[in-house]
Nanobody, 123 residues
Framework: QVQLVESGGGLVQAGGSLRLSCAAS????????MGWFRQAPGKEREFIAA????????YYGDSVKGRFTISRDNAKNTMYLQMHGLQPEDTAVYHC????????????????WGQGTQVTVSS
């Protein structure tokens, strides 16, 4: 059983930056791919970014390409999402998730989810 805890969310002005963290516990961190997703009120959960077990392969959703960077530190059992150029439409609850398999962008493939951290971007 993988436990995931997100942190780093908050209120930021448009154009600002935030770095989210996802701390994992349970099975060895390097044995599963991970991803970031977000969900705004009244909207479906949206894929943001995914990273392979080694960190060598990364995928991004079209809405965040060039602005967000996913990374992981397997020695610290932690994944990160560096966000730059934040806009009001980025406002959502951001969740990290784990998948025991190859890196994937499909929401339904992820087996374990964190509770989420709120990101609010003011205009």
């Amino acid at each position: 059983q993988v436990q995931l805890v997100e942190s780093g969310g908050g209120l930021v002005q448009a154009g600002g930056s935030l770095r989210l963290s996802c701390a994992a516990s349970g099975p060895p961190f390097s044995t599963y791919a991970m991803g970031w997703f977000r969900q705004a009120p009244g909207k479906e959960r949206e894929f943001i970014a995914a990273i392979s077990r080694t960190g060598h392969t990364k995928y991004y959703g079209d809405s965040v390409k060039g602005r967000f960077t996913i990374s992981r530190d397997n020695a610290k059992n932690t994944m990160y999402l560096q966000m730059h150029g934040l806009q009001p439409e980025d406002t959502a609850v951001y969740h990290c998730a784990a998948h025991f398999g190859s890196v994937i962008t499909t929401t339904s493939a992820y087996d374990y989810w964190g509770q989420g951290t709120q990101v609010t971007v003011s205009s």
